[in-house]
């Protein structure tokens, strides 16, 4: 038997999920989507056994974004695999009236429906009362009253579902006079006996997505598409009169608690200036939690592998290519994922909890009227400020953005915001043209404050490339904006662990790949080169570090300059040396460019490899990094660090990022698309600012 799990956004449905199935779940997406799918088997083992569905939030049979249109898909749908034989609306029990929508839906549908009020823990301690006996009579169906949070009313749902539900409910919305005709007609299209589904289709045939084009378009000459919104306005309008007449005598509407602490902190949290300002600090507790607390176990994994790299060097025979390939290849991609583990897992543990305690919501709400003009709503916000930690996680968070063409947009600006990745860069160029000055009487640093201008620049560029995509794309917004406010509550930590475990799995088994492929590509590249150059280097630096074994370390730094030169990267940055030098640029920051594509901050280690320094040049290392600046500054003119940075600032050099872009949006053709326009964004600006700067220095 299948039972599906319905309801809208935060009403506690995937609390109830995880409470009805323990740990009997697994997660997908839907087929050409990136739509969570959850299954889950209640009574695992025992003759009651059933799967359970759980399906995406919806708040009416009225689809406006891609997880709702799924549901609806599935509902709607009596072919549909995962079309239910028991369908349980979960209601928010301080937010029933509202609730009680959807499950009226449901009962016009003639679907087996069970009601189960969640949440009833938030009301207990108050004077609010629900008289469930006499809600469940006025409905015909059956009403349980459960808590996900404390398991009570678990048990009574489970012996509900335990058998078949027949097919009741009180039904509510009557086809209005004059449209018998035409609903029939529909009725026979979409092959259903049931007038409430023909209505729908009638209202709106473009959601009907799971029927043949043909029909749909036979549906739409019946269809009067322009008066779509009053229909559904007034049927709303019904069903509303109507649950107000359910829960006359059934309910008590006392405030309780939970909604007096409710109004008293969105006074605070949602106020016109404060509520700014403190959505300001917690973004910067947020990213000082990113940059200090994941900074310790990415060094632990960084570590564990270069410990793991040179056991397998030292079991291997020494200099082999197939030691060289573990190490530098697969070993280095697998570490380049995974290295990205804890920023990812932070930064889905505190966009979980503001989400589960309700703040989410009121960060939507205020910042959608400061997005709305480029192209975003507040819903965009996040993913965008996320992105200066990195900008992998952040599109993976642009899932909550019910709009498709908004949730595009987003994810192809994103990388314009100026993420961890690039301080290393930053760092090393600011070093070679910016004067070590003073500011502000003493506060501040002028290095200081051209970093804080590349940080801006990136968020102002995002800006108007989403204004220019919302006009390319003509994407309107209809200007209505609405958004769950839900009470504010305690984080449910069992749904916090199971976000991040989600999204933490689906980069590593679906991103990493790609990042897996690119960087056994790229140690190919610089690991082997034209003709019989690489062995002529061997030979020679070989038999230097015989004759001269106390120089053997500074050797094989010139020796991994000299072959990464004659390698098939260098041959590349020499090829495309005709096409930076516009820039200022030679084939030597040609190879860095290529190589820093695996990930931005190898651009200062590659520079190193090439002056015959460490391969590892951090930022920390103030002796290297001096020493590096020293020699680039004596090649080239302040001009080409300066172009530099601007070409970093906007440049798509991160493959972790084109992996996760190509998974998100499903489609090849955007990914090439967002490496393509940053990829001439960033070469256009970084023309004219080697150009002004010639000028000026």
Avoid at 9 to 20: M, T, V, Y
Avoid at 389 to 408: D, F, G, H, W
Avoid at 524 to 532: A, D, M, R, V, Y
Avoid at 632 to 657: D, G, H, N, R, W
Wanted: net charge neutral; proline share 5%.
């Amino acid at each position: 038997m299948k039972i599906a799990l319905i309801g809208n956004p935060n009403s506690g449905k995937s609390s109830l999920f995880n409470a009805l199935t323990g740990m009997n779940q697994k997660v997908g997406n839907y087929p050409g989507v990136t739509v969570d799918r959850k299954l889950g088997e209640m009574n695992k083992g025992t003759p009651h056994s059933a799967t359970l569905i759980d399906l995406p939030g919806i708040y009416s049979l009225y689809p406006n974004s891609e997880d709702e249109q799924i549901a609806c898909d599935i509902i709607r749908n009596p072919l549909h695999k995962d079309h239910a034989d028991i369908w349980v609306v979960v209601a928010d029990a301080t937010q029933l009236r509202r609730s009680l929508l959807l499950c009226t839906q449901m009962t016009d549908m003639q679907l087996p429906v069970v009601l189960a009020v969640n949440m009833i823990d938030l009301i207990e301690d108050s004077d609010k009362y629900i008289h469930f006996e006499k809600l469940a009579a006025k409905l015909a169906i059956p009403v349980i009253p459960v808590s996900a949070r404390t398991k009570s009313g678990i048990e009574p749902l489970k012996k509900i579902l335990q058998k078949p539900v027949p097919i009741s409910g009180t039904r509510v919305l009557k086809i209005p006079e004059g449209l018998q005709l035409v609903i029939e007609d529909i009725k026979g299209l979409i092959n259903t006996e049931n007038d409430y589904l023909a209505y729908q289709a009638y209202i709106t045939p473009d959601t009907f997505t799971y029927l043949p084009e043909a029909t749909r378009n036979q549906m739409k000459e019946l269809s009067p598409m322009h008066a779509s919104r009053e229909l559904i306005a007034n049927e709303m309008l019904v069903r509303y009169d109507r649950i107000d007449l359910f829960l006359e005598d059934s309910l008590r509407p006392v405030a309780t608690l939970a909604e007096k602490r409710t109004i008293l902190l969105d006074k605070i949290f949602i106020h016109p200036i404060g509520g700014y300002l403190i959505f300001l600090s917690i973004l910067l507790l947020i990213f000082q939690m990113l940059f200090s607390v994941a900074e310790f176990p990415m060094q632990g994994i960084e570590w564990i592998f270069g410990e793991l790299g040179e056991g397998i060097r030292s079991i291997m025979p020494q200099g082999s290519m197939f030691s060289h390939f573990v190490t530098d290849g697969v070993l280095a991609g697998i570490a380049g994922i995974v290295v990205f583990v804890p920023q990812i897992a932070f930064l889905f543990l505190f966009i979980s909890i503001l989400e589960e305690t309700g703040y989410m919501s009121r960060v939507v709400f205020l910042m959608d009227r400061i997005m709305r003009p480029f192209g975003f709503s507040g819903r965009s916000v996040i993913p965008l400020i996320g992105g200066m930690a990195c900008a992998v996680p952040s599109i993976m968070m642009a899932r909550t953005i019910p709009n498709p063409k908004e949730r595009l947009i987003t994810i192809l600006v994103t990388p314009l915001m100026s993420c961890s990745a690039r301080l290393p860069v930053y760092v090393l160029l600011t070093a070679l043209f910016v004067p070590d000055m003073k500011i502000l009487g003493g506060l501040g640093n002028l290095k200081g404050l051209v970093m804080l201008g590349l940080y801006v620049m990136g968020f102002v560029m995002a800006l108007l490339v989403a204004f220019l995509l919302k006009k390319l794309m003509n994407y309107k917004s209809d200007g209505i904006f609405v958004s769950e406010m839900p009470l504010y509550r305690k984080p449910r930590w069992q749904n916090v662990g199971t976000t991040i475990w989600k999204k933490t799995y689906a980069f590593l088994y679906e991103t990493g790949k790609i990042i897996l492929v690119i960087s056994v590509i790229l140690w190919g590249l610089k690991s082997f080169g034209p003709g019989n150059r690489f062995t002529q280097i061997e030979t020679k630096y070989d038999g230097m570090i015989q004759l001269s074994p106390e120089k053997a370390d500074s050797l094989k730094m010139e020796k991994s300059s000299e072959m990464l030169k004659s390698s098939y990267a260098g041959v590349l940055g020499k090829t495309i040396e005709p096409l930076i030098r516009p820039l200022g640029y030679d084939w030597k920051i040609g190879i860095s460019l290529l190589t820093s594509f695996a990930a931005r901050e190898v651009f200062t280690g590659t520079m190193g490899m090439i002056y015959g320094m460490s391969e590892s040049v951090e930022v920390e290392d103030e002796a290297q990094r001096k020493t590096l600046t020293e020699r680039i500054a004596k090649e080239y003119p302040p001009a080409v660090a300066f172009s530099l940075l601007i070409f970093y600032a906007f440049a798509m050099q991160c493959m972790s990022t084109l992996a996760v872009t190509r998974r998100e949006t499903g489609s090849w053709k955007w990914t090439a698309f967002m490496l393509i326009y940053l990829t001439l964004l960033a070469y256009g600006a970084a023309f004219v600012a080697y150009r002004i700067a010639l000028e000026w220095f």
